[in-house]
């Protein structure tokens, strides 16, 4: 029988969206994980840094963590959720995407909301790496979106025992709307600062190491300077450097909402209707999901929050619900 979860109560004093947004990435601290790093060189010549953590017997079940926009494998989500899985004696993985490990990736192309032939990279490695481990995916935000995407062009054969996606923006061009607006002005601010970063820096990096070609493309962009939006840098850097026609094809081929039908994986999506990123129109129908999936909307929660508890006594949601949903379906 499945175990019951209590319900999700914002912790008392952060019932606002925005402190619940908030308060894992400039509030929560968490010890440094000890941690295996692995680099897994791609097709295409560039390589994405893999954290492992947790048991190393070949047949522990295995759970693939993905993080969202400007985050990476030490984003306090995903080290908590690595925690909580150690605990209850399964392994875990955490991808840090192209350029997100601390050191740029070395083609012009970049980590984005549709990247899912680069999961399928990964998955097919860690099938390889350890045959006898039931394989399941987390994804956060864009990761999730990018997991449900996955799963959608799958179908039955996406490899994975299960899935669980939070907070994911399934609509790219509706969130880039609604991140826009209000209070939300603030996060966007930051995405552009840190979004601009990760392209400058890559371009000092590879000009340093003689990668002549691929600052070209870089430089052929133009100047950044005047990005504002998301609508703005994924027209302008996104697209161009990801093989889409324009921004318009972007957020319609890589927003998750078109692939939810397809999916025949057993998988959990969790959301909350104040998440200040997507338009409640964004959240997809009862009808638009297959009987495989199971949809928990949420009054309450933030982007990625869920923080429940007291501010003197923290504790998070997720790093309890989605463990045990992965348990009760092994």
């Known amino acids: 029988m499945p175990t019951r979860t209590a319900p999700f109560r914002p912790a008392t004093g952060l019932a606002n969206p925005h402190l619940q947004t908030l308060w894992g990435p400039l509030w929560r601290k968490l010890a440094p994980l000890e941690r295996e790093r692995e680099r897994l060189w791609l097709a295409d010549g560039d390589f994405i840094d893999l954290d492992w953590y947790g048991p190393h017997q070949p047949d522990a079940p295995l759970v693939l963590v993905l993080h969202g926009l400007t985050g990476s494998s030490n984003s306090p989500y995903v080290k908590g959720l690595q925690l909580a899985l150690a605990a209850r004696g399964w392994a875990s993985v955490a991808v840090n995407w192209r350029g997100c490990s601390g050191e740029p990736n070395l083609l012009p192309r970049s980590y984005h909301s549709g990247a899912s032939e680069d999961l399928a990279e990964i998955i097919e490695l860690l099938r390889a790496k350890r045959p006898l481990a039931p394989l399941h995916a987390v994804g956060y935000s864009l990761g999730g979106n990018v997991l449900l995407k996955y799963l959608g062009e799958r179908g039955a054969q996406s490899q994975l025992q299960s899935a669980v996606a939070v907070s994911v923006p399934f609509r790219l061009d509706q969130c880039a709307d609604r991140i826009g607006l209000g209070f939300s002005k603030v996060y966007q601010a930051h995405f552009m600062r840190e979004m601009l970063a990760y392209v400058q820096n890559k371009q000092r990096h590879l000009r340093d190491g003689g990668h002549h070609a691929t600052v070209e493309t870089l430089d052929g962009l133009g100047s950044l300077r005047n990005l504002k939006t998301f609508w703005e840098f994924d027209g302008k850097v996104t697209a161009p450097l990801n093989g889409f026609r324009d921004v318009h094809d972007y957020y319609k081929r890589a927003s998750s909402r078109f ?72």
């Open 259 to 330: 692939y939810l039908a397809d999916n025949r994986t057993p998988t959990l999506i969790i959301h909350a209707k104040d998440d200040p990123f997507v338009f409640s129109h964004s959240v997809p129908s009862p009808e638009e999901l297959p009987p495989q999936t199971q949809f928990e909307l949420h009054a309450r929660g933030g982007h990625v929050g869920f923080v429940e508890g007291s501010l003197r006594r923290p504790h998070y949601y997720l790093e309890r619900r989605i463990p045990q949903w992965l348990v009760d379906g092994v």
